[in-house]
């Protein structure tokens, strides 16, 4: 299967401390997504990535969280200092980029599950 | 900044009926509307997507109808089955300009339950 695949799939961890997760988008896929989705919502905006470079990030984005595409390919996002509040389902995305006259589809992983206790 | 709503925010039906699920969308500045089917557990997973410049696209049982004067859109799920039973979200380009790539902006999801 060559989707996108996120490592962890769960994280437990305590408050206070760092957590870092890895997507890996689809080969090719040269713009990656962050998405946090908690139960019962429709999963959030947080940044996004055209190859290296970090082009839009959200309110929702805090200054605990950083995230990285040092070489275009894969991602890390990482939280520091987590909080009970930081405990959602952290989605990565990754699409093609936009050619003309086609829709620029956004596929997901499967999630990391953080839960801080 | 786009902002979807979606409704009903659960719905039941039996195996063969129709599902019907809307949206709406406050900003005008789109290049296409996608659904998305979400199994527990699971991420999103992309089900069916419309260009503005058409009112309906179907594929299979799923159907898609666009009305681009009530910025509204829907899906409809012909033949419903217990596979089927799933939480479905809207969403739309968030962005201005090349939204083609940008942000989604989701709906709330549809917890849809499809009884045998």
């Known amino acids: 299967d060559t989707g996108v695949s996120q490592n962890p799939r769960h994280k437990i961890t305590k408050r206070g401390q760092n957590v870092t997760f890895r997507c890996d988008p689809i080969?090719?896929?040269?713009?990656l997504y962050w998405y946090r989705q908690t139960l019962g919502q429709g999963p959030e905006f947080l940044t996004y990535?055209?190859?290296?470079?970090?082009?839009?990030k959200s309110r929702l984005l805090s200054d605990r969280f950083s995230a990285e595409r040092p070489k275009g390919s894969f991602s890390t996002l990482e939280i520091q200092r987590t909080e009970q509040g930081d405990s959602a389902m952290y989605l990565c995305?990754?699409?093609?980029?936009?050619?003309?006259?086609?829709?620029?589809?956004?596929?997901f992983g499967p999630g990391t599950r953080l839960t801080v206790l | 900044q786009q902002q979807v709503k979606q409704s009903p925010q659960s719905l039941i039906v039996q195996k063969g009926g129709i599902s019907i699920i809307n949206c709406a969308y406050e900003?005008?500045?789109?290049?296409?509307f996608p659904w998305y089917q979400q199994f527990p557990g699971k991420g999103p997973a992309l089900l069916i997507a419309i260009r503005p410049d058409v009112s309906e696209k179907k594929e299979g049982r799923f159907t898609i109808s666009f009305n681009k004067s009530a910025k509204q859109f829907s899906l409809h799920i012909m033949d419903s089955q217990p596979g089927d039973s799933a939480t479905y979200f809207c969403?739309?380009?968030?962005?201005?300009?090349?939204?083609?790539?940008?942000?989604?902006?989701f709906g709330e999801g549809t917890q849809l339950t499809v009884n045998p």
């Open positions: 900003n005008t500045a789109f290049d296409y």
């Open positions: 080969s090719e896929h040269n713009r």
């Open positions: 969403a739309a380009p968030g962005g201005w300009g090349e939204t083609s790539g940008s942000r989604l902006t």
């Open positions: 990535f055209q190859n290296e470079a970090q082009l839009e």
């Open positions: 995305a990754s699409s093609l980029g936009a050619l003309a006259g086609r829709i620029d589809t956004q596929y």
